[in-house]
């Protein structure tokens, strides 16, 4: 049984930095794609960004690229996603997801964690 467990989210002020994890248990994910969706409040949940655990291979939503970069690592068994110039417009909750596939919506993923709260206000 897949396993996704998010952490490290919080409440910081415009202009910081932050850094989730998402710990993956339950299979070998050598095959499969991890990837960071996030709901922001009264919204839909959206595409983040994607990395294949194999290749490490990267997908960045257009409206983050630049500021935020994802990664994993293999011996910790965690993708990560480094989170840079917040702004208020990044508050939502972040959610991890994986699947053999991957892709850019939610559909895509079978796999789901139960999310962490990110909140970006003066």
């Known amino acids: 049984q897949v396993r996704l467990v998010e952490s490290g989210g919080a409440l910081l002020q415009p202009g910081g930095s932050l850094r989730l994890s998402c710990a993956a248990s339950g299979r070998t994910f050598s095959n499969y794609v991890l990837a960071w969706f996030r709901q922001p409040p009264g919204k839909e949940r959206e595409f983040v960004a994607f990395i294949s655990w194999s290749s490490a291979a990267t997908y960045d939503a257009d409206s983050m690229k630049g500021r935020f970069t994802i990664s994993r690592d293999i011996a910790k068994n965690t993708v990560n996603l480094q989170m840079n110039s917040l702004k208020p417009e990044d508050t939502a909750v972040y959610y991890c997801?994986?699947?053999?596939?991957?892709?850019?919506?939610?559909?895509?993923?079978?796999?789901w964690g139960q999310g962490t709260q990110v909140t970006v206000s003066s």
């Open positions: 997801a994986a699947d053999l596939r991957g892709g850019r919506v939610v559909t895509d993923y079978r796999y």
